[in-house]
């Protein structure tokens, strides 16, 4: 089992910064994949960001290629996203989700999801 918090969202403006964070408890964290979802009020949740197990590979949406960067800390069981820029686009409640295996873009690939994080970017 794997449970996780994610923290650091907030009310910002455009071209400002945050960075988000996932806390992850349960041992497996360490070799589990892990991403950054988004879902905005009315529309579909999106895959953002993926990391593998020991950060040597990365994936992003291209919405966020250039913008959003992905990592963990395996010593802590957390993983971040730092994202620059922001958009009013990128205005969405963020999620962090776990696998055991994968790290790419496919919601239902992922066992295990937190309560979400609003981010508010205003232009």
């Known amino acids: 089992q794997v449970q996780l918090v994610e923290s650091g969202g907030g009310v910002v403006q455009a071209g400002d910064s945050l960075r988000l964070s996932c806390a992850a408890s349960?041992?497996?964290?360490?070799?589990?994949?892990m991403a950054w979802f988004r879902q905005a009020l009315g529309k579909e949740r999106e895959f953002g960001a993926g990391?593998?197990?020991?950060?040597?590979?990365?994936r992003y949406a291209d919405s966020v290629k250039g913008r959003f960067t992905i990592s963990r800390d395996n010593a802590k069981n957390s993983v971040y996203l730092q994202m620059n820029n922001l958009k009013p686009e990128d205005t969405a409640n963020y999620y962090c989700?776990?696998?055991?295996?994968?790290?790419?873009?496919?919601?239902?690939?992922?066992?295990?999801w937190g309560q979400g994080t609003q981010v508010t970017v205003s232009s």
């Open positions: 990391i593998n197990w020991d950060g040597t590979s990365t």
């Open positions: 989700a776990a696998s055991r295996e994968y790290s790419g873009s496919r919601a239902p690939f992922y066992d295990y």
């Open positions: 349960g041992r497996t964290f360490s070799r589990s994949g």
